[in-house]
């Protein structure tokens, strides 16, 4: 079954750690991105990256840091630089960094007590 | 500055009925535009789309409509079900910037087929 996987479901942190989000994805898509979903908010990019050992800031990417070391990962830090931890993470794949259609993973709520 | 704009919040119908999402716009340069469903806990999955170059496109229960005059675009879902209960999320997409093409995302709009 091809898909995107991230894990894990649920994650609480203690204010100040840093928390890496894990991204996996077995569709062999170039592309890989990585989206914050706020109550009552659109989804907005945090980091992008159309090939390995390349990414991109996207408009929030302050507080941040991501990796691409293989093609079929994509793992987020948030850092205790992010100043609004807590929301719902989401990882997306396509496969060109052309293309419009990206796929969704099962997201990540991460929680910052 | 919301590029992508879903101004509804919140819409209830009933079951059989037709369901209207609208969407606004307001970047001329968005040349393809998507709908994603989402439910809660869950990623969004992708809906329908629509090329700038169509007004139009139909796939099943769903069709998209665009107009590029008024930066408008609309998905109608006929007949809804209760399955179709989810919050809308309205993308558009400006081409290829650094290598990617970057979506942009409607605040969404929350479903709600009443039986």
């Known amino acids: 079954d091809g898909g995107i996987t991230q894990s894990p479901k649920y994650l609480f942190r203690k204010e100040g750690q840093n928390v890496t989000l894990s991204c996996e994805q077995n569709l062999n898509h170039d592309a890989m991105y990585w989206y914050r979903q706020d109550p009552g908010q659109g989804l907005r990019l945090i980091y992008y990256s159309q090939i390995v050992n390349d990414f991109q800031k996207g408009d929030i990417a302050e507080g941040y840091s991501v990796s691409r070391e293989k093609k079929e990962s994509f793992p987020l830090t948030v850092t205790s630089a992010q100043k609004n931890p807590t929301a719902f993470y989401l990882c997306a794949s396509s496969i060109l960094a052309e293309s419009n259609e990206q796929f969704f993973g099962p997201g990540t709520r991460l929680t910052v007590l | 500055d919301q590029q992508v704009k879903q101004n509804s919040p919140s819409l209830s119908v009933q079951e059989g009925r037709i369901s209207i999402l609208n969407c606004d716009y307001t970047n001329s340069m968005f040349d393809y535009f998507l709908w994603y469903k989402k439910y809660p806990a869950e990623g969004p999955t992708f809906l329908i789309s629509?090329?700038?170059?169509?007004d139009k496109n139909e796939d099943g229960r769903f069709t998209v409509f665009l107009n590029k005059s008024a930066k408008h675009l609309s998905l109608h879902i006929v007949p809804s079900q209760p399955g179709d209960s989810a919050v809308y999320f309205c993308a558009a997409s400006g081409g290829v910037i650094q290598g990617a093409q970057k979506l942009v995302f409607g605040q969404g709009t929350r479903l709600t087929i009443n039986p």
């Open positions: 629509i090329s700038s170059i169509k």
